[in-house]
């Protein structure tokens, strides 16, 4: 089983909605949380850190995680077409530890 | 305007040879990283450094050597002995390596002919 996991997609959503996106994990001592948005052959870009459960807000983005069920989410409101990528989530303890990525696009 | 870059951006190699990628910062970060993404595996530690002149192995460093002579540079050798190198290779660096957020460069598209 791996440590993190993630689904990979593809996720399609028409403009305007709110898109969520989880990942699971089995490692109880991952502390630090975050969130990166991949646009196609580019480098992943920081969304959200987080690193207690609850929710951090920043614009349209919405992190939350859930310590207990070893669950997190990111929430995209008012969904745009530029959203349109790869999210990874990842997990630090001693190193960062990814998911695999979800494929998201949106449709106009 | 700090950041990091890599170069190049496509890299072309025939088989038996190695190629270095580049990857320099000047966000005065202490520690740096390379990681190697494939189509449904996410990125894969290649080596990592937290100060200048070492480094550690990550999860798939066989086939892969780096070097650490200055805090804003941290090339990385695909040699020969990897047999597999066809890859996005990213590089990253972060503050320290405990509990930091890392930063991620452009990445390099290594193919082999």
């Known amino acids: 089983q791996k440590e993190v996991e993630q689904d990979p997609g593809p996720l399609s959503v028409p403009e305007g909605a709110i898109v969520s996106l989880n990942c699971t994990y089995s490692?109880?001592?991952?502390?630090?949380f975050m969130w990166y948005r991949q646009y196609s052959r580019k480098g992943p870009e920081l969304l959200m850190y987080t690193y207690s459960s609850g929710n951090k807000e920043d614009g349209r983005f919405t992190a939350q995680v859930d310590k207990s069920s070893k669950y997190i989410s990111l929430f995209i409101r008012d969904s745009q077409p530029s959203d349109s990528a790869t999210y990874l989530c990842a997990m630090n303890n001693e190193k960062l530890t990814f998911g695999t990525g979800t494929r998201l696009t949106i449709i106009p | 305007d700090g950041g990091i870059t890599q170069s190049p951006k496509y890299l072309f190699r025939k088989e038996g040879q190695n190629v270095t990628l580049s990857c320099e910062q000047n966000l005065n970060h202490d520690a740096m990283y390379w990681y190697r993404q494939d189509p449904g595996q996410g990125l894969r530690l290649i080596y990592y450094s937290q100060i200048v002149n070492d480094f550690q192995k990550g999860d798939i460093a066989e086939g892969y050597s780096v070097s650490r002579e200055k805090k804003e540079s941290f090339p990385l050798t695909v040699t020969s002995a990897q047999k597999n190198p066809t890859a996005f290779y990213l590089c990253?660096?972060?503050?320290?390596?405990?509990?930091?957020?890392?930063?991620f460069g452009p990445g390099t598209r290594l193919t082999v002919l």
């Open positions: 490692n109880s001592a991952f502390q630090y």
């Open positions: 990253a660096s972060s503050i320290g390596t405990r509990y930091n957020e890392q930063f």
